[in-house]
């Protein structure tokens, strides 16, 4: 073929894509070399671009300004991929970059190192969407705000170390309103004294998939995340939430009739000095957990309650779940429920190893008003220090128990599989054998009624029953 008609096709190709872009944005698309020349500063190259337009900042930048967008749908991008090859810290104490009325997902924020200090914002979003990527957020007040409608994607991004100044509010991101997806970032060692330590959600829809939540804290509730919002669906999904402390939630905080799901996620050593190490659920909430696992989380007070999790004036419905190696000294060594509006329901959950170290309810704890249905589960190798090492029910209504296994448990006291107390139990299908406590080995019913159905308990040490204890149906208590 002829060199000169091979030209002619690649020149055409060439108009042709010229056309393409021209048609799409108006104009052929640019890209602004930052710094350079003719555009020295990033708000410089934005004062000359349009939609469509690129401004790319060479390695090696250590950019101090403040940038703001507003209908702009223009790509900022550090240049070689890496984002801590450039930077961009704050010029004043309000933001670095702030995305204001507009924005699409066309605005794209990547590969770029954004320092704040304790009194700015790292990104503030008000009713925009852009997509940010691939991005580091350090050493801010808030490292990322939403506000307004606003649907950003926030994706493969580093938000860390963000800590407020003294008196201030503040942590990793914080969701004041809109549905934004967040997804495959880590949010660790962010720090707030008010609320929240790696994200808070205030309202909206969010969605937040397969992100790292390590090690952040907070003096007052929700370690990891705090969810305090009535009218929108927070969903959680494989996630890691772990690390983190706070003094009450030390992983998560859900208050205010939120109404959250949490599913796949994997919530771990997480530390709640009160209640709740591993999640509180309080305040009229409906909260739920799917397929996760609680995992050495604890509560670290002498009167502390929930190592797993602590449900109080609210309901949750935990599924498919594994808690596991949770521990406190009081009540509740996995799960603490009290005074809960409608339900808690444990459902084809493993509950084992978990620890009620000085109190009542090793793996799990339950009283006052609550109605509990435990069933398809199994309540294994859990302790406590004073009764029920796998299950204690204190004065709490409508209580079920069915197809569930109790085995191994241990008391210090009585009752090593189940203990109950001023209440009247009902439990089906249900096997209680090999626990262990001096008085009541398998159940010790204390000022109850227990009617078992087609269940079985024997092998228990320390007798397999005692007090008011009924086998209906075809029930077996051995001798």
Known sequence: MPQSFTASRKLLASLSLVVLLTTAYGHAQQTFIVPSGATPSISSAIAQAVSGDTIEIVPGSMLTESITLNNNNITIKGQSGNPKDCSISAQNNQFVIEIAQGNSSATVIENITIVG???SHGININNSSPTIRNCIIQNCKFGIEINGASNPLIEKCVIKKNFPGAGLFGCGIFINAGNPTIDDCVIKKNESAFNAGGIQIEGGSPTINNCKIHNNVTTVEGGGILISNPNGRPQITDCTIRGNIAGAGGGIYV?????????????????GRNKGGGAWVGNSCHAEFENCT??????????GKGGGLYIADGDARLTGCDINKNACVKFGGGIYAEDSINAVQVDNCVVKNNVAGGG??????????????????????NTAGDAGGGIALIRSSKSIIRFCSIKRNFAVQNGGGLYVESEDLKFYFTTITHNDAPIGGGVDADFSKVKAYDSRICLNKGGNVKGDVSARSNTVICP
Do not use: H, M
Not at 294 to 301: E, P, Y
Not at 360 to 381: A, D, H, V, W
């Open 117 to 119: 200090n304790t009194i």
């Open 255 to 271: 208050t205010r009739s939120s109404n959250p799901l949490f599913k796949d996620c994997k919530i771990s050593k997480n530390i």
């Open 294 to 303: 609680f995992l050495k989380n604890a509560v670290s007070s002498n009167t």
């Open 360 to 381: 009542t309810g090793g793996g799990f704890y339950g009283q006052l008003r609550t109605e509990i249905t435990l069933e398809f589960s199994k309540f294994n190798n």
